[in-house]
């Protein structure tokens, strides 16, 4: 199909994940996508991003997802 595949997984460099998001479909878990977004927000820097423009998400397990892990913040210090 032509299409690239990512992964998000936790402790990768900075540079890795601004490619693997770079990828057509990119696979990881609700935190890591939630703290490369938290930590989007605060880099000074837009080089300093590692997440591009979103379009859609298929998320597995959406139940999981959205109703039991939804009272767990994600907190950085």
Do not use: C, H, W
């Not at 601004?18 to 930590?39: C, H, M, P, S, V």
């Not at 927000?41 to 998400?57: G, I, K, L, P, S």
């Amino acid at each position: 199909l032509g299409m690239t595949v990512g992964v998000n997984v936790p402790n990768m460099p900075p540079q890795a994940k601004k490619e693997a998001y770079q990828a057509d479909i990119l696979y990881g878990t609700n935190n890591e996508f939630g703290f490369d977004y938290l930590r989007d927000n605060m880099a000074f820097r837009n080089e300093d991003r590692v997440q591009r423009e979103r379009f859609f998400a298929v998320v597995d397990e959406v139940d999981s997802i959205l109703i039991d892990e939804a009272r767990t913040p994600l907190i950085i210090s």
